[in-house]
């Protein structure tokens, strides 16, 4: 008998000593959407634990809030989430307006809903594109980044930035539609079909994609809740939660919308469930676009709280007056405190604003759907596969700005 012999009869033999493997992924990782950092525990390539520790970003929102008044905190908002900041900009003017006891009038609330939904479609598209690119599906993330730059240029025509608006004002919005508002939505809806179809079309009969996205990163629904996880994360695990339908603001009563439910929690739903909502957030544009009036104001009727005009600044002292005042001391808000919350590109976005009657917010507190939404994301990945992490963490779609506040 050969000596390599006696070692394959002897099973004992052949049992190597192995510990779990430590190691580090991130916080410069090109999977990492972001600064975050992952520790993980392995066993071979099995996931036995993660430590996800985000924290590397330093963005300080809400410090940074409060040195300012309540109106310069819009660029601030923009980048909490940087891809569909129309819908923080609406969040904060809520918020501050909730405060004020002021309502903003109706052809603003209808503005404000459109380019929210065109925000919010920009932001699945991305996390999707991302999603399929990331699993090396290279063409149709080109084509839904196609679909997107003409979204953004859109929004670029009527907020005069591409990416960052700063657009929204405390009782109202910084300018009207533009004459050709409608005409451009009406041109490009059709496009945004087009492209979500051919991109299912190419993604949802590819086994590989298929066998990377299916039965992976699940998130049961009782881990949903547990986690305070909303948005596509949480509807994807079975949790009917919409803010946009339980808690309507705005005009979002007056819409006939479907809000997508998935089954299993796990990647293919929340792939699925997103493009379904740029389905849904369609809807809502096309009938906002019908019902919308023509002409009208879209800010409130009070120079305490809105800028007078720039041509008014320029020709008269009272104009100048009101300006001054209100760049220089901010406008001035009841004593009090306040939470507002709408349905963000990830979730329930809240903002928990305290006022001591100045000028400058006093107390700002964000609740980021981004952050509920990572936490829960260590009971995605326990057990699955060190290249499982990719896809699952791009499923949910983690905004740095959101979670390092």
Not at 66 to 72: D, I, K, N, S
Not at 263 to 271: L, S
Not at 299 to 324: C, M, Q
């Amino acid at each position: 008998m050969e000596p390599a012999d006696e070692l394959l009869e002897g099973e004992s033999a052949l049992e190597l000593p192995a510990e779990p493997m430590r190691l580090n992924m991130g916080p410069s990782h090109p999977a990492m959407h972001g600064t975050v950092r992952m520790v993980l525990d392995l066993d071979g390539e099995t996931i036995l634990n993660v430590d996800i520790q985000p924290g590397y970003l330093h963005r300080g929102f809400e410090k940074s809030c409060e040195r300012g008044t309540w109106t310069q905190v819009f660029p601030y908002a923009d980048r909490l989430n940087y891809v569909s900041p129309m819908l923080n900009n609406v969040g904060w003017s809520l918020a501050v307006e909730k405060l004020l006891g002021i309502e903003v009038p109706e052809r603003c609330q209808y503005y404000r809903v459109i380019l929210g939904e065109l925000s919010r479609i920009t932001d699945h598209l991305t996390c999707n594109g991302a999603s399929a690119m990331e699993l090396g599906a290279f063409t149709p993330f080109l084509w839904i980044l196609k679909v997107r730059d003409w979204i953004w240029d859109v929004l670029e025509k009527e907020t005069g930035a591409r990416m960052t608006h700063s657009f929204g004002r405390i009782g109202g919005m910084a300018e009207p539609p533009t004459p050709t508002f409608k005409g451009d939505l009406r041109a490009l809806i059709p496009e945004v079909h087009k492209v979500v179809k051919e991109a299912e079309i190419m993604l949802i009969r590819n086994r590989i994609f298929l066998d990377r996205m299916q039965g992976v990163g699940i998130l049961t629904k009782e881990n949903a809740l547990a986690y305070g996880c909303t948005g596509p994360v949480a509807r994807a695990s079975g949790l009917p939660y919409d803010v946009r339908k339980d808690h309507p603001y705005m005009v979002y009563d007056r819409f006939d919308f479907d809000v997508p439910i998935g089954e299993d929690g796990d990647n293919w739903d929340r792939f699925m469930v997103r493009f379904e909502e740029i389905r849904q957030s369609v809807r809502i544009i096309e009938q906002a676009m019908e019902q919308m009036p023509d002409d009208g104001p879209v800010n409130v009727d009070d120079p305490l709280i809105v800028y007078p005009e720039k041509s008014d600044v320029y020709t008269t002292i009272e104009a100048t007056i009101a300006h001054f005042k209100l760049v220089m001391e901010g406008l001035q808000t009841p004593k009090g405190e306040v939470y507002s919350f709408t349905e963000g590109g990830n979730g329930e976005l809240g903002f928990y604003i305290v006022s001591d009657g100045s000028g400058t917010p006093y107390r700002v507190r964000v609740r980021p759907p981004c952050w509920y939404n990572l936490a829960a994301c260590r009971e995605m990945l326990i057990g699955e596969m060190i290249a499982d992490i990719i896809p699952t963490f791009g499923s949910i779609n983690m905004i740095g700005g959101e979670c390092d506040r």
